[in-house]
């Protein structure tokens, strides 16, 4: 016991004090190299401040720039906000007027396609009507060229009834002209037994020779060549033949 005592207290260090002298010089490392990275820090704090300072100056004449092309470009977006507000009102009474127009079409529209209904129907019932008047037509156009033949045979026998008229004023005027002349020869004789001194009386040429019968024009044919024109003069008859 007293043997361990006196190394306690002698030159020999115990557990603990090397312990503790470790622990000292782990701790004076330690805080050397706490030192030297605060050192460190430090500097490079100072290096990061000065270019923090440095880029804050370049940031804040940047801001200022960014400021001034912000309240120009916010100036330019207010004109043009105006502008496309003044283009959207105008737009939007482009559009109402359109769209009343739209409406004023499709009401026009409508209206023609019921009066095209409608001229179908009117053109429908005009082709029947033409159909019937053709018909009619037709019909009426039968009856005129039947009523016209019936003319035509009407007018050949009136111009033949005329033709034949017409001969017969001819042979009468040539008859009275025969009856004039045997008068007017007549008169001649009478004038001529006048003029004799014969007498006129039948009672005193009663045993007189019975002189032969008086002859008198008489026509018992003729021959009648005619023509028949349409339209013109009237044909002429020529007395071919006479019989005293």
Not at 46 to 61: P, Q, R, V, W
């Amino acid at each position: 016991m007293i043997v361990g005592r006196e190394r306690l207290g002698g030159r020999d260090m115990s557990f603990l004090g090397k312990l503790l002298v470790g622990l000292q010089l782990f701790l004076s490392v330690v805080f050397l190299i706490f030192a030297g990275a605060v050192f460190s820090t430090q500097k490079n704090w100072k290096a990061a401040k000065e270019t923090a300072d440095s880029n804050y100056t370049k940031l804040d004449a940047d801001k200022k720039q960014v400021e001034e092309a912000f309240a120009a470009h916010k100036t330019r977006a207010d004109i043009d906000l105006k502008n496309e507000q003044q283009r959207a009102a105008n737009a939007e009474g482009q559009v109402k007027l359109l769209k009343d127009q739209v409406d004023a079409a499709d009401k026009e529209l409508v209206a023609a396609k019921t009066e095209r209904d409608e001229q179908r129907e009117l053109a429908k019932v005009s082709v029947e009507e033409a159909r019937q008047r053709r018909e009619e037509a037709l019909l009426q156009r039968g009856i005129n060229n039947d009523l016209q033949k019936l003319l035509n045979e009407k007018n050949e026998r009136l111009q033949a009834s005329e033709d034949v008229n017409f001969n017969l004023k001819v042979a009468e005027k040539s008859l009275l002209d025969k009856h004039a002349k045997v008068l007017a020869e007549l008169a001649l004789y009478l004038k001529i037994i006048a003029a004799n001194g014969l007498s006129t009386d039948p009672q005193s040429v009663a045993g007189l020779q019975t002189p032969p019968p008086a002859v008198s024009p008489k026509v018992t044919s003729f021959r009648s060549t005619v023509r028949k024109p349409r339209i013109g003069p009237r044909s002429f008859s020529e007395i071919s033949s006479w019989s005293m």
